[in-house]
């Protein structure tokens, strides 16, 4: 079945460095989607990317999707207090019968130090 | 309204025991999931509805059964469970299936003693 893989599984840094978060299918996808879930919380939509060689921003976060619709990376430019949490790719494929597959990453868990 | 409402927030039942779980939008999406999360791992998916008729079943063992009663109602059946299923349960939405972004719930925190 599809795979997706996210790296790193942690990263801790000072608050103002800049971060960034990748992630790998084992297939092609339809699209990719970001979410954020911070402690105790539930997961919640970032962004969605479709095509091929996307970029996409949102204030200090820049996501981008592959050229072969394999890979993402969401990157935060001057990390916050706020940025905290655990954020999940999640690539979509489909089937030939027409149904939809969404498969989260393991997630990569943000610790910012103030 | 963008929110997904899920009841109880917190579950504790023995392992005879039958409860369910509830999961409420009025969004107008088509699209209804339960997911089940464990500490430190990404969400699971368990199962999909679209349109009030299940469509995938991830090879959730029977002790889970859900239900859609309406476009807005999503329910989860559990009976005998075993303590492994202790987790986080999260409902979520979507337009419909595809492209088309989930609103999450904030889940039910079940603990199978």
């Known amino acids: 079945g599809q795979q997706v893989m996210q790296i790193p599984q942690y990263q801790h840094v000072q608050e103002g460095e800049d971060f960034t978060t990748y992630c790998n299918s084992s297939?092609?996808?339809?699209?990719i989607q970001w979410y954020k879930q911070r402690p105790g919380g539930h997961p919640v939509f970032l962004i969605q990317?479709?095509?091929?060689?996307e970029v996409k921003k949102q204030k200090r976060l820049t996501f981008q999707f592959g050229e072969a619709k394999k890979n993402s990376s969401l990157h935060i430019t001057a990390t916050q207090t706020t940025d905290v949490g655990t954020y999940f790719c999640?690539?979509?494929?489909?089937?030939?019968?027409?149904?939809?597959?969404?498969?989260f990453g393991k997630g990569t868990k943000l610790s910012v130090i103030p | 309204d963008t929110e997904v409402t899920q009841t109880p927030k917190h579950l504790v039942m023995g392992m005879t025991n039958k409860k369910s779980l509830k999961c409420e939008q009025h969004m107008g999406h088509r699209a209804m999931y339960w997911y089940k999360q464990k500490a430190k791992k990404p969400p699971e998916l368990m199962f999909v509805?679209?349109?009030?008729?299940?469509?995938i079943n991830e090879s959730v063992p029977s002790r889970f059964s859900p239900e859609c009663p309406n476009s807005s109602l999503l329910n989860l059946h559990l009976h005998a469970l075993q303590p492994e299923d202790s987790a986080l349960y999260l409902c979520?939405?979507?337009?419909?299936?595809?492209?088309?972004?989930?609103?999450f719930g904030p889940g039910t925190r079940l603990t199978v003693t």
């Open positions: 297939t092609t996808l339809s699209n």
């Open positions: 509805y679209s349109y009030e008729k299940l469509s």
């Open positions: 990317l479709v095509k091929s060689g």
């Open positions: 979520a939405s979507s337009q419909d299936m595809g492209y088309y972004e989930q609103y």
């Open positions: 999640a690539g979509l494929s489909t089937s030939g019968a027409g149904s939809y597959q969404l498969t």
